[in-house]
Nanobody, 122 residues
Framework: QVQLVESGGGLVQSGGSLRLSCAAS????????MAWFRQAPGKEREFVAA????????YYADFVKGRFTISRDNAKNAAFLQMNSLKPEDTGVYYC???????????????WGQGTQVTVSS
C-alpha cells in the first residue's frame, strides 16, 4: 500500500520560510516523479513543483520560480519543498504526489498524501 506523509507545514509571516517533507513508502520511490501541489480555499488544486526520479529535471509553476526549491533523497524515500519568501497567496494545503511518468498535471499522479496546511500571514 502506497503511503505519502507530508510534514513541515505551519503558520509563518510573509517573507518567511518553511520546508515541507514527504515520506514515501510502498512504492518504487526512485522510479517515480515526485511533485507538490497545493489547494487554497475555494480554488482548484494546482501544480507547484516536480522532480524527476533521476533528480536531473525539475519543474516549477511560474508563481514559485526563484522562491521554492524541490529536492529528493532516493536513499531515504523522501521529497522536500523548500519555500522561501512566502506570500499570503501561498496559503493552502500542500500535497505530495507520485507519478510513474514525468508530469506536471494533476491527472498523471496516482498517489497522494493527506496534505499539510501552510498559512502565511501578512
Amino acid at each position: 500500500q502506497v503511503q505519502l506523509v507530508e510534514s513541515g507545514g505551519g503558520l509563518v509571516q510573509s517573507g518567511g520560510s518553511l520546508r515541507l517533507s514527504c515520506a514515501a513508502s510502498g512504492l518504487a520511490f526512485s522510479r517515480h516523479t515526485m511533485a507538490w501541489f497545493r489547494q487554497a480555499p475555494g480554488k482548484e488544486r494546482e501544480f507547484v513543483a516536480a522532480i524527476s526520479w533521476s533528480v536531473v529535471s525539475t519543474y516549477y509553476a511560474d508563481f514559485v520560480k526563484g522562491r521554492f526549491t524541490i529536492s529528493r533523497d532516493n536513499a531515504k524515500n523522501a521529497a522536500f519543498l523548500q519555500m522561501n519568501s512566502l506570500k499570503p497567496e501561498d496559503t493552502g494545503v500542500y500535497y505530495c504526489a507520485a507519478s510513474p511518468l514525468p508530469a506536471t498535471t494533476y491527472a498523471k499522479y496516482d498517489s497522494w498524501g493527506q496534505g499539510t496546511q501552510v498559512t502565511v500571514s501578512s
